[in-house]
């Protein structure tokens, strides 16, 4: 393996698989109640708050699967531990049409604040969740909120995690080394933005999420259809995040449907789970990032 570089060094072009020239993956967090609960355990109390994040499990996810077997698309679902428990047969459903499942944390807890043990705790607890309910144990994980720790990228390893898809410092994969030289263990980061997440066009509770301003989903699917093609012509990975609470909406379900069409119209872009582009990742002779190290102003 080459030298390992720091991470101030930009991620390396990925050579994508023989016909292809970038990649992209469609992601979809189930958070249904947790994340709700995370912000504000006393919404449990709230009927129609609860039924609004229900709507995920319930409508969005057999509207959006039904979509992906239209168009006969793989797709990463993660779910935190809590939905698993409470909508066991909605997640095996999506795991027996052939998608993979990753971790989200338990209850969508923020790891701001968390010690390593605390967050390790979490780790584990959503682990065991999705194991008992899928029979399956992920190897892919997105951090609620997408907040990371500094220590995140070593519990991950410390379990066997592949990759992690949560920080947002490129549009290219790469891989995270935790230290220098031959040997040391790596992580497969697939970088995300907020402008391809529908939680920033769409989330609008009351008191708890969002600024009142739910986008129209043709102004949704112009800006990423734009993104699509920029990222499309450089050659990189297109890692849009969406929530069947919010995209499941019909609508909006219409929107991203015609978003995967444009997307399979495109010549040369690959179409498929995170674990496999970052099993992918991992099969190059990349040169690896060190883990950062905090960030210290003077």
Known sequence: MADLHDVTRPADPVRWPDGYQAAATLGFDMDAESVVLS??????????????????????????????????????????????????????????AGHE????????????????????AVLDRGLEALEKVTGERPVGYRAPMWETTYATPGLLLDRGFLYDSSLMDGEVPYELAEGPGQGARSLVEIPVHWSLDDFEQYAYLPDLVGSGLIEDPEKVLSMWRAELAAMYDDGSCFALTNHPFLSGRPARARALERLVVDMQERSGLWITTAREIAAHVRSLDLVPRVFPQPVVSE
Request: aromatic share 8%.
């Open 39 to 96: 912000l504000q355990a006393s919404s449990a109390a709230r009927l129609s708050v609860m039924s609004h994040q229900a709507y995920g499990p319930l409508t969005g996810v057999p509207r959006i699967l039904d979509m992906l077997e239209r168009r006969g698309v793989r797709a990463t679902f993660f779910c935190p531990g809590f939905t698993a428990e409470r909508y066991p047969d909605v997640l095996r459903r999506v795991r027996d």
């Open 101 to 120: 499942i990753a971790h989200h944390g338990y209850l969508h807890e923020l790891a701001i604040g968390m010690t390593p043990a605390q967050e390790g």
